[in-house]
């Protein structure tokens, strides 16, 4: 979705939530949106597009703030008025908006921190004549029902415009399609078929296989033991007793 809205000439916010334990740093993927859309656009344009927003949206992304002995002298404060950054960041969206579409991605929101998700419900519900498309990413793997994110999220799904797709595991045909993306051409049937049943449609884990059949002739990678470990490790030592007969049991 960001290289086709790239390629039509849209605007791009994208950041990501952290797993930083407790509450995490506040508006994490705003300052890496901010930050990437800093690094990527013109001096002028940025002073622009920022406008009246600067010296809120420059106290949280210091690479905003014009450079030179004034920036510094006038630095703005760490501690910013959330109402008026809210307001200012809406602002900030209709300019940005105002010319090209802008399409604002935040992933793994299963890991929001709270000022990120109270800006992101203000927006969800004053958002009108912007010209924004937002993608939200949610694993809900790890989610216990009840869980205050899949409350919110439900929340956000009832405003006017929302959509929820809820992404199931990959067919046989969609894996073929995903590992003939990855390699630019055909991949032998015996691969997909050994990856489509190994990775059960999960779409990482197809992709780690992959790697690991062209790189290392079919050794486990890396990674993917990492990933598959980190989620037992927090098991209590009796349930973890049992997933180690099972792994054994097959």
Request: net charge negative; charged share 25%; aromatic share 4%.
């Amino acid at each position: 979705a960001i290289r086709r809205a790239e390629a039509n000439g849209s605007a791009i916010l994208h950041g990501a939530c952290l797993d930083l334990g407790g509450d995490g740093l506040p508006y994490l993927p705003i300052v890496e949106a901010l930050r990437r859309l800093a690094q990527a656009t013109d001096r002028d344009r940025l002073r622009e597009l920022l406008g009246p927003a600067a010296p809120e949206l420059s106290a949280l992304v210091p690479d905003l703030a014009e450079p030179g002995p004034a920036a510094e002298r006038n630095a703005p404060s760490a501690t910013v008025d959330r109402a008026r950054l809210f307001e200012r960041f809406l602002g900030f969206l209709g300019r940005l908006g105002a010319e090209v579409p802008t399409l604002a991605v935040v992933e793994d929101v299963q890991w929001v921190d709270p000022a990120t998700r109270d800006l992101l419900t203000f927006l969800v519900r004053n958002v009108t004549t912007e010209h924004v498309v937002a993608i939200l990413t949610c694993r809900t793997d790890d989610l216990h029902a009840g869980h205050p994110v899949l409350a919110w999220m439900a929340e956000l799904g009832r405003a006017p415009g929302a959509m929820r797709l809820d992404l199931d595991r990959l067919g046989p045909s969609s894996v073929r399609q995903l590992l003939e993306a990855i390699e630019d051409g055909p991949v032998p049937r015996d691969v997909l078929d050994s990856i489509w049943r190994r990775s059960e449609g999960h779409p990482l884990f197809a992709e780690e296989l992959y790697e690991a059949v062209s790189a290392t002739n079919g050794e486990r990678p890396p990674s993917l033991v990492d990933v598959l470990l980190g989620r037992v490790a927090g098991l209590d030592p009796d349930t973890l007793v049992v997933v180690q007969a099972l792994a054994v049991a097959g």
